[in-house]
């Protein structure tokens, strides 16, 4: 579109929720010049004021609100079918242009920003500054490169004798010295933050239960100083209470999982709520106890590895750490065969349904928390003047129905810094149109040799767009 003559965009007639946490604004006008928003009020306020020296996008009603954030996301991770696909199935080329190719596809679900919860080989940093650089198109990234995990921790899952070690994935450090360097080698390779392996993994168990703690506390605290000094922030993997009161005591700012935490582990949280944040990431194993027999891992291992029970206890967690005014936020682990790039916002959903949360508090972890967790509260997160103009346009009410966002066909338009990533609207667009998750899935499965997953789920499917455009065809059809 040309806009050169013009002061910017003008989005009309829109139903604002403005990731604050406040009803609903309707008949909301946003002026965006260059890539954020320069005011916002009301079509009763505008006085008839012309519009004429923007481009204006009449959105009809619809729902406008902050693009979305994800808590838990790894970029780097594509369809993985059990975890030695990790670093063993992808060298760094293919591994980074999938990385790309996920990292489009998200800003299309409606993510224009998201948090790394650990990286292959870098490549989160190396996709955030291409992004950043403009010459990628793709969300906010914040970076966390390689992940420090202690020999027999949750990565460290290839048994010695294939003598493998690992390369892509992990640092493995034991000790004061080696998880102090090892923090010093991922801050000299620019990540924003540093990801630890603490506790097990219900994947992995019996060798590495959920509730086993694998680093000391001496460790987890040599990390925290080291990113303490160097303003970095440090996210845990936790899953066991044990870990979660290490990651108190020693100020790990972000807790993934915290599903098994006990009631001490969850009054430790709410006594420090201002410290901490935490990303449940119960996507992954929601799906992994009700999808991931269908990809072929057998129904023993879905069983032992405690999946259903860790849901049901970590649904329970949050929703008590949730009354006790505890940030936390959707952000699921997306990435896995049977939990695919393209499904993020199912973790709206679980929020909603299974965590206490309702439409309005989901969406104000989804956006305003989420700005929080990225220390990019000036910038991103609400609709207001002078923030980044990260907008999405949608289809539909989701204080009545937050699965919407599952459902692509929903997301109207998405702006990311003023510029229109994606939309359906008819206006030009800065990415190709006509891209669906299944068209995505289709390139990785022809780079991957294998069917890559699609959650099995038929209502999360993208049938509404499908149909959608076999009526244009019919149109296009009928009039030859
Ligand atoms: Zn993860």
Redesign the pocket.
Known sequence: MSTQAKKGIVITNARMIDGTGQDPVENTVIFIEGERIKTITTKDALDGQPLEDYYEIDVKGKTVLPGLIEG?Y?ISYTDVLELSDLDLKLPPEECTVLAAQNGELILRCGYTSVFS??ALHRVDVALRDLIEAGRMVGPRLLASGRDICPTSGMLDWNPSYWKLGMEGLAIFADGVDEVRKAAREIMRDRANMIKIYLTGEGLLRPWMPQEETMMTKEEVAAVTDEARRRNRMVMA?SRGADGVKICVETGVHVI?HATMADQEAIDMIAANKEKHFVVP?LG?TYATANFAADYGVPEAVIKDGLHQEEYEEGCKVMKKLKEAGVRVLPGG?YGFAWCPHGKEAMDLELFVRDMGFTPMETLVAATKWGSEIMRMEDDVGTLEAGKFADILVVEGDPLKDITLFQDRSNIQLVMKGGEIMCNQLGLPQMLTPEHTIEEHRARVEETLGYKPGALGNPEVSESALQQKRNDMFAQLLART
Do not use: R
């Open positions: 838990h790894h919860a650990g993997h993934h990431a992954l682990d």
